[in-house]
Structures are given as C-alpha cells and as structure tokens.
C-alpha cells in the first residue's frame, strides 16, 4: 500500500511498532504505550518531511491511528479491519496472570491460511506463528483507550472492513463508526478479502479508496 501511495505521489512511510519484525520474545516486553510511542516517532520524522500527515493503520495500527489523531496534528485518518474491542471472554480478566505461566498461544484453532482469500498472498505473508499472552493484556489496554478517544477524533476519517472478516468481525467498524466525534467520517465495506485487506484479493480496490481520500482531505487543506 505504501508503495501504491508512493506511486501516486505521496511520500510514505511504513512505521515497524516496537516487538514487532523481529520475533515473538520481544513482543513480550513490550507495552501498548511502546507502540503509541512507534507512531510518535514516525509522525514527527514525517513532520519533517512533509507538510501534512495522514495516518493509515491496519487492525491494531487502527486503533492506534485513531487515538494518535487526538494527540497529535494529522489530516485524516484511514483504519482498516481495526477492532472496536476484543471479543467477549470469562478469561480476559485472567490474561495478566496466565502471561506469568504460559507466555504463547496459538493465534486460533483454523488451519494456516484460512480466512485468505488470495492463498498467494498468504504464502508471502510474514506474521509471528504465536502470539504472546501478555499482549492480549496490552491490546485490551490500547483498545479501552481508543474506545476513550473516540468521540475526540475530528478529523476526515476513513474506516475500510471486510465483511469476511472472520478474525475481526464487520460490526467493530459500525460500533467505531458510531463513536467518532468527525463529522467528515466514510464507512468502506469490502468482499472478497480476509482480515488483512491490504494484502488479500480486495486489496486494490482498498488502495484506490483510500488514494481518493487522501486526495479529498488534501484537496479540502
């Protein structure tokens, strides 16, 4: 995606949060506010760079987008497959202690590639085999504060969802949606694309959509 933006003119730039691209101990260690704090850093690397920033993020980097928007100046927002929460579970309020005795988990019970609907794509996708108990501690954290900042998010805002999303379901972007404080804010639904919309078969039509927003917001600057 940031090589489609490129191509179209804008200057992009891919943040790697904290724990991730390495592997799976370093997620371990590291704390919602270490990943607020990767945004932090891209955004005013870019500051300098360009006059205006719009933040585009991916599930988790959603949420983050969304709850940076209010601290920071950008333009816009694009959140893609972000959740509103995480799914409702006795366990969660046991998660921290779990964390000390079972660090990992498997990431669910479907064999490796379903959801995918470009199986090709999946093949050349790189993610963790595991996830790390602590950090479903941490993304409830980050999810309950976003949630928080919501109805402070002014900003143009673009939500893009699957409505074959089976890992986030398509009501997190109704109830996101609800939320927002933007009165310039746009739903996207899309087919034919797992969790992972801007890699899996719909991503092109996500590209463009998000390519006509960015021209909106800039155009509207």
Known sequence: MGEYLAGNGYTALGVRLAGHATGPEDMLHSRW???????????????????NVILVGLSMGGALSLLTSTRLEVAGVVAMSTP?????????????????????????????????????AWKDHISYPQNPVRSIVELDQLLAGMRAALPQVRVPTLLIHSRDDSYVSPENMERIFAALGASDKTKLSVTGSGHVVTRDAACHQVFEAALHFIRRVEAGL
């Open 84 to 120: 509103y929460a995480l799914r409702p579970d006795p366990r969660l309020k046991y998660v921290r202690l779990l964390s000390l005795f079972i660090p990992y988990l498997p990431k669910d019970n479907r064999s490796p590639g379903a959801g995918w609907f470009d199986q090709d």
């Open 33 to 51: 506010t270490d990943w607020l704090a990767s945004v932090e850093d891209g955004y005013h690397l870019l500051r300098g760079a360009v006059d």
